[in-house]
């Protein structure tokens, strides 16, 4: 039993162990939270973000330790409280915005729909994602330029990331000619595709006349591949089943018209001096 001696007036040797055990109690539990979370974000955001909110998240737990232990003193909190609920109305108006970009970022970095290296396209601007802010979202395009997102609208918007797949469907209309052998120019495409290193064997590639358009036998081409390297290999593929083709004699089509008269088209030659008969 402990003898609750009186420090100063009516402060005791109790209310002294009461706050001390509220405050190592907060302590630890802040100590907890903040290894927790850097083990949990560290690969989700840059280094120098992490200790932003571990800061915020360590001393807004210290603080509500202190509002604890302030009734111990013989201070009464809800004034401090009023006060600062407040003026928590108050910054809360003027920075709405904000606040909704900061509790955007932390749900982008829960839900982690993206990382960053990784391509997306965001409410219509494509790029490589530079970094995820606790604030904004950065993007860097294929043209070079720097696109600052804010989070907000991040977080509401459609999201497409072309990579988060391994595999990645590439898909080609090729047309050739109605005299062509259409199954030869399948066979053509099927081995050129199982011939490239960078196409997959599963998914099986899908080929196959998919239309007889009005000037060409339309073939479907539906290869996979890693998404990584799906632009390449787009790139590369379509001249290689053109140039294929054509060396086995299968050619591209192209539109072209045939027109057909009514009558046969009349030859009629004019000697020099003759008149013309349509003349008189």
């Known amino acids: 039993m402990i003898p609750d001696i009186a420090i100063y007036g009516e402060f005791g ?12 109690v907060a302590i630890i539990i802040a100590k907890g939270i903040s290894v927790n979370l850097r083990r949990v974000l560290k690969d989700r955001m840059s280094k120098d973000h992490v200790e932003i909110i571990n ?15 302030l009734p111990v003193f013989g201070v009464n909190p809800s004034g401090l409280l009023v006060a600062g609920g407040v003026a928590g109305i108050v910054l809360g108006i003027a920075s709405q915005s904000v606040v909704s970009n900061l509790m955007a970022g932390l749900f982008l970095v829960i839900e982690r729909p993206m990382k960053i290296g990784q391509t997306v396209n965001i409410a219509g601007t494509a790029g490589v994602v530079e970094d995820i802010r606790i604030l904004s979202t950065t993007i860097r395009t294929f043209e070079g330029l720097y696109v600052r997102i804010p989070n907000e609208k991040v977080f509401t918007t459609d999201i497409t990331n072309y990579v988060e797949h391994v595999a990645r469907r590439l898909e080609y209309r090729v047309g050739i000619r109605y005299s062509d052998d259409a199954d030869k120019a ?11 290193p960078l196409t997959l064997k599963n998914p099986t590639p899908d080929i196959f006349v998919d239309n007889l358009g009005d000037n060409a036998v339309e073939i479907m081409v539906r290869i996979w591949s890693p998404s990584k390297e799906w632009y390449g290999v787009k790139k590369e593929l379509l001249w290689k089943i053109k140039t294929a083709l054509e060396g086995q004699g299968i050619e591209i089509a192209f539109p072209q018209r045939t027109v057909w008269f009514a009558n046969e088209l009349q030859k009629r030659e004019m000697r020099d001096g003759a008149d013309d008969p349509g003349m008189h």
């Open 13 to 24: 040797v109790l209310d002294l162990l009461r706050v001390l055990l509220i405050l190592v």
């Open 55 to 69: 800061k915020v998240i360590y001393w807004g737990i210290l603080t509500i330790a202190f509002l604890l232990v």
């Open 186 to 196: 399948i066979a053509i495409i099927h081995r050129l595709c199982e011939e490239h």
